[in-house]
């Protein structure tokens, strides 16, 4: 092979003398390694720079950027309408709640009203996301535990089953592009609700198959009491939201707190931790799982008829008041919001994501000090990341 | 080369006649080992291709290797952008020959929806030889097998001999490309012209 | 939940000489934010997060908005002698209003359940770097968003722990969300290109483009 000649680069790893309180004398190494972008946990291309010593975390430097896709410039330059499908980019995972909470943006921001079948609608696509967003997180954790595979076919198996419906009501199964300002894009069917009540009522078997399969497993009891634990009031300081914050105790739930949509008319009851490390948070969204199961119910026994979307309502020449809103909807990863800017003319004068995972990610510092390094990919795991999200 | 008829007859028989170069590039392309390098959405639809609906381990690509030393196969799943396209070129330099790429996704492909970006790489082609594209946003996991599919096509039907031969058997052709450098405003190069010519537009 | 007036009045009594306005906000749900000069802005945050009555203690969405000189024109009628006649004439008088940086704060309590208040920071003008006050001393949540708002626009916030760019790599020069920023030309085949990207194109293939 022709090897090229590439110009000398630190190492992949550094190695500096350790030294005592004081700064003075060396009395040991040590490590400084780059879990970097490519690595094969599944949470996208996330780089930390890690101090070790020895096996323990001294420093921990995350490095973000690497999937960086200038949403918001593009969000500036076309139409309201053009960005929905961006939406659905950017937490990949759950495109359904992404468009909803731009949706509610636009709606607040141009004053459009929502017609009652498209609220029920929306619920019901929305829990159904956060479904198989805690399913295959789970999944995903159990694999950064080191069980390859086999927690993730079962979750992936229940997440095909919603991406089935998701696929038959708006055409795709990750990338939906299906809420719209003033409604959803096209109505559901019967045959669709008789599905959708099908797999919920069995998914209350499988989440007791999921959770005797893994909570009471001794491995990850000991690999997640007690680590990367979150204390209450710095998760509230570093405005950590979703299931990472109420395991810490904080009862802060946007669909109690904002009651957006047509929440307040269902009963579910929003689940807290006591400690606030990992196991709590893995708990929290079995328990959330629950909850959802019930939403879902509710919802699909009472969903009205009615049209789905006002036909006078203008989608493609939107054109806002200048003004500015904020709207934020409870995500499955946290507190999702859109700030929009309008100055009358056909596209946002400043498009502005709040990305929960981002912000997730502030104390990771903190939670991993002390800890392992096989820890800290646990901890990274619970904070439940997606890249899209994070970076935009 | 020997007769088909002849050899169908033989094979009812049992007796199996092949040529060194058959046998040689029917064990390469039935046991592609993917590199997990999921950058962003499609790698969401490669995990799905690999989980147990669409299961891509019939097809030779179950063990998805983390460690770039040991795999043949990049799916470069997701939006390359310029931060991140160095690392993408170093991961390919460290594989060993023979070694595919197959950019999945519009933004692998081209820059896909991100196309107007000052981060975005229109293309990993830009940098690297790619020798399958699958168009889709994501694409579904069943264009991820029938992309397999089509570099197993590709790898059977290699000459092992002549001027075309793979890359492992020509010391001629270069195996590994030059990395990228972050410059002040754009990477430096921009592209790589071995791998990559802008496309001449005739009207 | 106070109105933005009453939390003015309160500010302006806590926080000796400072200067707080109430923009308007035409937008039907939308809220109107409190827009205070960089000086003070530290003192009323603080008043606002340690406040009993409003406890503003997480701090969800901090943004940065770019806003460049604009040139406001104005009809004003004005009387002029034409030929030889007392007028009234409409002229336009254009006024150069200065471009600015602003970082947008929007506060929510999660002890008392409301929320939200805006609060704004505007910089004196757009050089790069420009400098305003940081706000992570008070919510550690502003840490990594404020990085942003430094790396996408360029307001240098003061007092932040760690300033230093985050989506972009180290070297990288320019701000690239300002509205003047011009993206590098990596021009690729557009099958059927119009506008901007049509002259785009005549640069990289001279003869053989037809417009």
Redesign the interface.
């Known amino acids: ?4 000649a ?2 000398p680069r630190r190492p992949s790893y550094e190695i500096r003398p350790k030294t005592d309180e004081a700064g003075g004398e060396s009395i040991g190494e040590l490590l400084e390694i780059s879990m ?5 946990s ?1 949470h ?2 996330f780089r930390m720079d890690v101090v070790l010593d020895g096996e323990k975390v001294v420093k921990l430097k995350p490095v ?11 969000g500036e ?1 076309i139409s309201y309408l053009a960005s929905m ?2 939406t659905d ?1 950017l937490d ?2 759950c495109s359904m709640t992404n468009n909803w909470a731009y949706a509610l943006s636009v709606e ?4 459009l009203a929502v017609p009652e079948r498209a609220e029920y609608i929306r619920v019901i696509m929305a829990e159904l996301t956060r479904l198989q967003n805690h399913t295959c997180l789970i999944g995903f954790f159990a694999q950064d535990m080191g069980a390859l595979g086999t927690p ?2 079962y979750a ?2 229940e ?2 089953k919603i991406l089935d419906l998701f696929e038959s009501v708006s055409g795709a ?3 939906c592009n299906y809420m719209r300002f003033g409604g959803v894009r096209c109505d559901v069917t019967a045959e669709w609700l008789a599905q959708a009540k099908q797999l919920t009522d069995g998914y209350g078997k499988f989440l007791d198959e999921f959770e005797a399969l893994l909570a009471q497993n001794e491995i990850i009891l000991a690999r997640t009491q007690g680590i990367g634990v979150l204390p209450r009031e ?1 998760a ?5 939201t979703g299931p990472m914050l109420r395991a810490s105790g ?1 009862d ?1 739930d946007l669909r109690k ?1 904002d009651k957006y949509g047509i929440y307040s008319r269902f009963d579910f009851k929003v689940p807290l931790g006591a400690q606030g490390d990992v196991y709590d948070r893995y708990m929290i969204r079995v328990l959330e799982m629950r909850e959802c199961v019930k939403i879902l119910q509710a919802a699909l026994r009472d969903i009205p008829s009615g049209p789905v979307m006002d036909p006078k309502a203008k989608l493609r020449g939107l054109r ?7 709207g ?1 909807v409870e995500a499955p990863k946290g ?1 999702l ?1 859109f ?1 929009l ?2 100055d009358g003319s056909t596209n946002p ?2 498009y ?1 994501v ?1 990305p929960p995972s ?2 997730n ?3 990771l510092e903190d939670m991993c000090l002390g800890h392992r390094i096989a820890d800290a990919v646990v901890i990274l795991g619970s904070v439940d990341i997606v ?2 999200e994070v ?1 935009r | 080369m020997i007769d088909e008829g002849l050899r169908n007859e033989l094979q009812k028989q049992g007796v199996y006649t092949t040529t060194l170069e058959e046998l040689y590039n029917w064990g390469r392309a039935n046991s592609v080992w993917p590199l997990t390098f999921g950058l962003a959405c499609c790698a969401i639809e490669m995990m799905a291709a690999s989980m147990a609906r669409f299961d891509l381990a019939r097809f030779g690509a179950e063990v998805f290797r983390p460690s770039p030393r040991q795999a043949d196969l990049m799916i470069v799943a997701g939006t390359v952008t310029k931060k991140m396209a160095p690392l993408v070129v170093r991961l390919y330099n460290q594989m060993p020959e023979p070694k595919y790429v197959i950019a999945m996704g519009a933004c692998a492909i081209s820059g896909g929806p991100f196309k107007q970006g000052y981060n975005v790489l229109k293309g990993i082609d830009r940098y690297l030889p790619v020798d399958v594209a699958i168009p889709g946003c994501p694409p579904r996991p069943e264009a991820l097998i029938h992309a397999i599919m089509t570099l197993q096509e590709k790898i059977r039907h290699q000459k092992l001999t002549g001027p075309d031969r793979p890359r492992h058997l020509n010391a001629a052709v270069p195996g590994e490309f030059p990395v990228p450098a972050y410059g002040e405003h754009d990477l430096e190069p921009p592209n790589n012209p071995a791998v990559w010519q802008p496309p001449v537009i005739k009207r | 939940m106070e109105t933005p007036e009453q939390i003015k009045a309160r500010l302006e009594a806590a926080v000796p000489e400072i200067r707080v306005e109430v923009l308007p906000n035409d937008c039907p749900a939308g809220e109107r934010s409190l827009l205070v000069d960089i000086a003070h802005v530290f003192a009323a945050a603080k008043f606002l997060r340690d406040d009993p009555q409003l406890r503003l203690d997480y701090c969800s969405n901090v943004s940065g908005v770019d806003w460049p000189d604009l040139e406001i024109a104005t009809k004003t009628k004005v009387k002029k002698v034409v030929d030889g006649v007392e007028k009234e004439v409409e002229e336009v008088m254009k006024t150069l209003r200065p471009g600015f940086l602003e970082a947008v704060y929007h506060l929510y309590s999660m002890e008392l359940k409301q929320g939200p208040v805006v609060l704004r920071q505007r910089t004196a003008n757009r050089d790069p770097e420009a400098p305003a006050v940081s706000l992570t001393p008070l919510w550690r949540g502003a840490e990594l968003q404020e990085r942003e708002v430094y790396d996408l626009y360029g307001i240098r916030l003061e007092g932040h722990p760690d300033l230093r760019r985050i989506l972009m790599w180290d070297g990288f020069k320019g701000f690239p969300m300002r509205k003047d920023y011009v993206a590098p030309d990596d021009f690729e085949y557009e099958p059927t290109p119009h506008d901007e990207v049509l002259e785009l194109a005549k640069k990289h293939y001279p003869p053989e483009v037809k417009a």
């Open positions: 092979m022709n090897p090229v590439e110009p970097g972008p490519h690595h094969p599944t996208g291309v973000f950027g690497y999937l960086h896709r200038n949403h918001e410039k593009i330059n499908p961006y980019r990949y995972f607040k921001l141009a004053g993730m076919m992936f198996r997440r095909e199964r990750m990338m710095l509230i300081s570093a405005a950590i904080v802060y707190v806002p008041k200048a003004g500015e809103a904020y934020r507190e919001g700030y800017i309008s004068y400043r502005r709040r981002f912000i990610l502030t104390i890249l899209g970076d």
